[in-house]
C-alpha cells in the first residue's frame, strides 16, 4: 500500500498547521520525541514514528504547529511515482519535476539534496540512493500559507 504525499498539504489526515494533540490523536504516540533549542531561543520539536517510516517537526517560531514532514519508507509516493530507495540516477531519470534543483552538494558525506521549489519538497541522496523527502508548507514570503 503506497501512501500519498500531496504537496503543501501532507498526507492521508496529517496536515501541515496541525498541533501535536491532532497529531497524536491521529497517528497515537510517537516512537520517539526530540527537542532541539537554538541560539536564538527558538524550539523544534520532532516525533519520530519509526514504523510509518516519518519524522514530523513542530517549530516554536510556528506555535508548535506541523511545519515539516520526512519520510524515510518506501510506501510514499508523489504524483503517484515511488523515489525512496532508487539510485540517484534512476531518481533524476524518472523523476518529471520541471524546476529539479541540485541545492547542497555534501561530498564529505556522500550526499546530495535536490528541491523542487513548485511543489515544495526536498529529497536527500545519501551513499548513491534517495534516503529521504522533505515536505514544506506554502510560504507567501516569509508567511506560511496553512492547508485548510
Known amino acids: 500500500m503506497n ?10 489526515q496529517i496536515k501541515f498547521g496541525q498541533d501535536m494533540d491532532q ?10 520525541t526530540t527537542r532541539e533549542k537554538h541560539d536564538d ?7 519520530l514514528y519509526g514504523e510509518k517510516g516519518i519524522e514530523l517537526s513542530f517549530m516554536s517560531e510556528d506555535d508548535y504547529k506541523l511545519g515539516l514532514i520526512s519520510c524515510y519508507a ?23 519535476f520541471s524546476d529539479l534543483e541540485l541545492s547542497d552538494d555534501f561530498a564529505d558525506l556522500k ?16 551513499d548513491g540512493q534517495v534516503h529521504s523527502i522533505t515536505l514544506f508548507p506554502k510560504y507567501e514570503g516569509d508567511n506560511i500559507i496553512w492547508p485548510e
Do not use: C, H, M, R
Open 111 to 126: 550526499a546530495k539534496d535536490y528541491t523542487v521549489n513548485s511543489k515544495g519538497l526536498s529529497f536527500w541522496i545519501q
Open 23 to 32: 497529531v497524536k490523536q491521529l497517528l497515537g504516540e510517537p516512537t520517539e
Open 74 to 96: 518506501p510506501i510514499y509516493s508523489i504524483d503517484s511515482q515511488l523515489f525512496l530507495g532508487k539510485t540517484e540516477n534512476e531518481f533524476l531519470n524518472e523523476s518529471n
Open 41 to 47: 531561543g527558538t524550539e523544534d520539536v520532532s516525533f
Open 3 to 12: 501512501i500519498a504525499l500531496i504537496p503543501f498539504v501532507g498526507f492521508g
